[in-house]
């Protein structure tokens, strides 16, 4: 069975600093691994996405997430945080053959303080 | 490029009464899935069309839950009796589909309060 999981409720960074939002999975066969960002009272936004190529993947607002196979993991990176990314972050999972279902962890909040 | 429309975006109503919610995908997307977000949780499945075909219902809690979507477009949702635990939002998502690898479109979401 699918799974994803956001090990943290909440991510505190200052601004300017390097921040970090971990996932880990678990599904049988290759991953296609996501990362969508979600603001109060609106739907989900898409980041970026791993589907296969290089391990490290560039999304938007300067977002980036490693794919690590060995450790089943896909963490979010951004170099230096803005105020403005303060927000709730899924990671999700599906799996590349089957249903086509795309599973969402629990979600980390980022706050990203001035 | 239009966006996946979702009506209505906010609905209060009493426990044992019913509700119906509307999605219409972005156009050209084969895949539609309907998702409820319990405030603090990750979006969970519900249902999952491909065409007007159901791919996966394995999560819609049948004995109230119902979905429908006529003719491979827009799409319904229905709740009917409304509990107190059905309070979330519902979030309709759509995708190319298919062995696509592409990405879903998510609406903005209907919140509903059941009181």
Same mark, same amino acid.
């Given at each position: 069975?699918?799974?994803?999981?956001?090990?943290?409720?909440?991510?505190?960074?200052?601004? /300017?600093?390097?921040?970090?939002?971990?996932?880990?999975?678990?599904? *049988? +066969?290759?991953?296609?691994?996501?990362?969508y960002?979600? $603001?109060?009272?609106? +739907?989900?936004?898409?980041?970026?996405? $791993?589907i296969? /190529?290089?391990?490290?993947?560039? +999304?938007?607002?300067?977002?980036?997430?490693?794919?690590?196979?060995?450790?089943?993991?896909f963490?979010?990176?951004?170099p *230096?945080?803005?105020?403005?990314d303060?927000?709730?972050?899924?990671?999700?999972?599906?799996a590349?053959? +089957?249903? $086509?279902?795309?599973?969402? /962890?629990? /979600?980390?909040?980022l706050?990203?303080?001035a | 490029?239009? %966006?996946?429309?979702?009506s209505?975006r906010y609905?209060i109503?009493?426990?044992?009464?019913?509700?119906? #919610?509307? @999605?219409?995908?972005?156009?050209g997307? =084969?895949t539609? !899935?309907? !998702?409820?977000?319990?405030l %603090?949780q990750g979006?969970?499945?519900?249902?999952q069309f491909?065409?007007?075909?159901?791919?996966?219902?394995?999560q819609?809690?049948?004995?109230? #839950?119902?979905?429908?979507?006529?003719?491979?477009v827009?799409?319904t949702?229905?709740?009917?009796?409304?509990k107190?635990e059905?309070?979330?939002v !519902?979030l @309709? =998502?759509?995708?190319f589909g298919?062995? %696509?690898? %592409?990405e879903? #479109?998510f609406?903005?979401g209907?919140?509903?309060?059941?009181?």
């Amino acid at each position: 069975a699918q799974s994803v999981a956001q090990p943290e409720d909440q991510v505190n960074v200052a601004e /300017g600093n390097p921040l970090t939002v971990k996932c880990t999975y678990s599904v *049988s +066969g290759n991953p296609y691994l996501f990362w969508y960002v979600q $603001y109060p009272n609106r +739907g989900l936004q898409f980041l970026l996405k $791993y589907i296969t /190529g290089d391990n490290l993947v560039k +999304g938007s607002y300067g977002f980036e997430a490693e794919f690590n196979k060995s450790q089943t993991s896909f963490h979010l990176k951004k170099p *230096s945080a803005l105020v403005s990314d303060s927000a709730l972050y899924f990671c999700a999972v599906r799996a590349a053959s +089957g249903t $086509y279902k795309y599973i969402f /962890g629990t /979600g980390t909040r980022l706050k990203v303080l001035a | 490029e239009a %966006g996946v429309a979702q009506s209505p975006r906010y609905k209060i109503i009493e426990k044992r009464q019913s509700v119906a #919610f509307w @999605c219409n995908p972005i156009s050209g997307h =084969a895949t539609l !899935y309907w !998702y409820q977000q319990i405030l %603090g949780q990750g979006p969970k499945l519900l249902i999952q069309f491909q065409n007007n075909g159901v791919v996966d219902d394995s999560q819609l809690p049948k004995d109230r #839950f119902s979905a429908e979507r006529l003719k491979g477009v827009d799409s319904t949702l229905k709740i009917q009796p409304a509990k107190l635990e059905d309070s979330a939002v !519902y979030l @309709c =998502a759509s995708s190319f589909g298919g062995p %696509g690898t %592409g990405e879903l #479109f998510f609406g903005e979401g209907s919140r509903l309060t059941v009181l």
